[in-house]
């Protein structure tokens, strides 16, 4: 979601009259845009900071700014501010569009602006972005969340949940199409209770599933206990709505999730995977897992290891618990020694290791309908359920196309293919 809200930074400096530089030292602003979702934000902002002071020493009009999520918490931003005095802008989530209205005001001879207003409208200039990809393009359809997860720190650094204009979602998506985007990815942090005031998010996806054109739609993220039954089914039957679902699960006990504040229990999500099987047979599904929550027990880790098992994702990203100052989480009682959690995340990782090869295995021989997007010898094309085939274009432009791709072998859980025409 951070490269979309980059790729809106960028929108709003070029109507500015910016250009982007590749290179720190030909630029005249540098804006870092932070992310405190996972893990090491600060540190990593402190060292990118680190690597471009000597710049603003060697010219000191260059402006420095700062924004995000990592930013919108105050203490972080006070502490980034005596780290760094040379930072000439620090800003949060809400007042991204505004940015370059705050550089002017720094070139006008204000020495340093520090906005961190908190703004729960849909962010001016929503709808425009500059895209890098012409193959998939994101698009925001809502901000925020109400979920408040108890390890994480989303709703308090981007609000509650405000959802875009149906209209104004749609009519972006028709000109991403009209200028050839083949795959669209509807972002928001909870994108199943997307609500406009007269659109859910099943409506949502009825209007853009009708658009005219070659192309298919992914979403993310899903909440289980938000995912509609009749989602499922619209994405069974709608052939542009991708066969591909992410759908966090976060532990395998039931205990966990209640302390996770997850509002669902593994008989609830199991139900979901098995609507997905039965409707969307070949449906890609995909995951978040945290490990080591506080009070997990082995017992508890081995619920987590049992769901993944009976689920078998096609992919799962795995984390390590990690606290974020200021959520509950991080004050509980019953914190997880890191040796134990380093322990349960390798198992976790083999487990899956497992399940990725025997899955890859099993696609040997299948064509799997995928949208081409690179080129070479190494062509890489991502399938209808999320899968990266490559595959060798033996000279002939692919990009951007939709090809069939025979699976012929694989190495590491990894496919490799050859088109058939
Ligand atoms: S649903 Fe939970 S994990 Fe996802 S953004 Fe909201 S609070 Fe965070």
């Known amino acids: 979601m951070n490269v979309h809200e980059t790729e809106k930074l960028y929108a709003a400096f070029e109507k500015e009259g910016c250009c982007r530089e590749e290179k720190p030292e030909a630029a005249d602003i540098i804006v870092f845009n932070t992310c405190c979702v996972r893990e090491g934000a600060e540190t990593r902002v402190l060292g990118n900071l680190g690597r471009i002071k000597h710049l603003k020493a060697a010219k000191p ?6 924004c995000g999520c990592m930013t919108q918490q105050r203490s972080a931003a006070e502490m980034l501010h005596k780290r760094c005095p040379f930072i000439n802008v620090i800003t949060g989530t809400y007042s991204l569009a505004l940015l370059p209205n705050m550089v002017k005001a720094v070139e006008r001879g204000e020495k340093f602006i520090l906005d961190l207003e908190v703004n729960e ?22 901000y925020g969340c109400n979920n408040f997860c108890t390890y994480c720190i989303v709703p308090y650094v981007k609000g509650r949940e405000r959802s875009r204009k149906l209209a104004d979602i749609v009519n972006e998506v028709r000109s991403l199409l009209d200028r050839g985007v083949k795959e669209i990815t509807l972002l928001g942090q909870n994108v199943n209770s997307y609500n406009d005031g007269e659109n859910d998010f099943y409506a949502l996806l009825s209007e853009l599933s009708a658009l005219p054109g070659d192309f298919w739609i992914k979403f993310m993220t899903s909440h289980p206990k938000d995912l509609s039954d009749d989602v499922i089914r619209l994405i069974g039957r709608q052939r542009k709505l991708a066969n591909y679902i992410h759908l966090p699960v976060q532990s395998g006990s039931d205990r966990i999730l209640k302390a996770m504040n997850r509002r669902y229990d593994t008989a609830a999500y199991m139900h979901k995977i098995d609507m997905i099987r039965e409707y969307i047979p070949d449906a890609g599904i995909t995951a978040d897992v945290i ?16 769901l993944v098992r009976r689920v078998r994702y096609n992919n799962l990203f795995m984390f390590i618990y990690s606290k974020r100052n200021g959520t509950p989480a991080a004050v509980m009682d019953g914190q997880i020694s890191e040796a134990v959690k380093k322990a349960r995340i390798a198992e976790l990782i083999t487990v899956q290791a497992k399940i990725a090869r025997e899955l890859a295995e099993k696609a040997v021989g299948k064509t799997f309908l995928a949208l081409c997007d690179g080129r070479g010898k190494n062509a890489t094309a991502k399938t209808y ?32 293919g050859k088109i058939r025409k």
Do not use: H, Q, W
């Open 385 to 416: 359920d999320d899968r990266v085939i490559v595959f060798d274009d033996g000279g002939e432009d692919y990009y951007n196309s939709f090809v069939n791709i025979e699976v012929t072998g694989t190495k590491n859980s990894k496919l490799y």
């Open 121 to 142: 409208t849909v962010p001016v200039g929503a709808n425009e972005a500059v895209r890098s990809d012409n193959v998939n393009s994101f698009v925001n359809i809502m």
């Open 291 to 306: 490990v080591g929550f506080p009070t997990e027990t082995d017992e508890d880790f081995r619920a987590t290891v049992d």
């Open 61 to 66: 009009d260059l402006i420095v700014a700062v």
